[in-house]
């Protein structure tokens, strides 16, 4: 009566104007909890059920709201994204600082891109990045990327450097930063040896800070999202927890992900070095390990042509199959997919170990 100004007679049969009042009222309420609005996180949920005009009130689970805004209904497994920013070349005076930017702004993503445990969201030339939290709340929320990695190059008196910052965008906490000192060194070696402790300090499936700064994070919350299910309990295995229960937890994430979607590359793959560990850790699997195995590393490297680690896998496994001159080829190529993934060259080192191939 109050809200639509009606007098205290009015009959609600006579007209539909609460019936249609409610109505808007439902399409806004959940217009507003899709994820499109830009205001804080709620921690409420209101609800105005079909039927009557009681709203409901219930707490909301924050990980599933992220994840909504995520893409809730992604039914590939994948890892995090990562918004890659560059100082602007245009506002750098100096030839070799400007000249270092560019050919970052062009390969980062690239090298990057080739690991498959990151995605990769490309930040516009003229991104002016601060460190106020409007530059993370706009990657997260025009991206949906859980880091900002922004690069830039600074003269610190006559000493030119090239500084990198890893920022988690959900928690607004510092991840990692560092910085390069660029002598006269030529800098296409320079970027080479930036990009190898790149990949490795911080992306790397083995040691990567970044990846497992994330699978902390999501195991901290309520609820985990599906499609990072797989990735962040390898992580956890390899970087946390080795261990028997973490290694099950693995098992069992890789095989319901691949039960329920046949083509989930990432998964696949994951399953595949995860029959290794099983070869290592003498498990049980209730099939023959070495017939599994094959065939996920065969469905693992169809599913990720190109892969380095997925290469990787697929070498020991031909190496456990006594097919030594595939897994030399396989090996071959897994460097050169990636030369500046070394934890391939660990899962291959430890594998040959494994299997006793001490040469």
Sequence with gaps: IEALGKPMDYCLTESPAVRVEAGRVRKLLEEYYSGENTGSQPSCQITLPVGGYTPLFKPIDNARVQWRRLGGKRVQSSGPKVYIACQNPASIRDDRLRNIIYKLRSSLPVMLG???TVQIALADPSFAFSYADHALEYAWRQYQA???LYSEAI????IPKLRYVLIHTLSRELVWSTE??????DSDQLLEEMYARLVNEVFSLYQGIALSFWSRYWYQQPSMPEAYQVLAAHVRFLQDEVSEP???ALWQVCQKRTRQYHDDALAHLHYAVACLYAHMLKVDIGESLE?????QALVAIELNPGNALAHAIFAVNCHARGETELARVEIEIARKSNPFDIGCERLIATGLCALRSWD
């Excluded at 003269?155 to 006559?158: A, F, P, S, V």
């Excluded at 017939?291 to 065939?295: A, D, H």
């Design 246 to 248: 973490s290694f099950t």
């Design 155 to 158: 003269l610190q008196g006559e």
């Design 291 to 295: 017939e599994f195995w094959q065939r």
């Design 180 to 185: 390069f000192v660029l002598t006269s060194t």
């Design 114 to 116: 080739k690991l498959g």
């Design 146 to 148: 859980e880091f900002l």
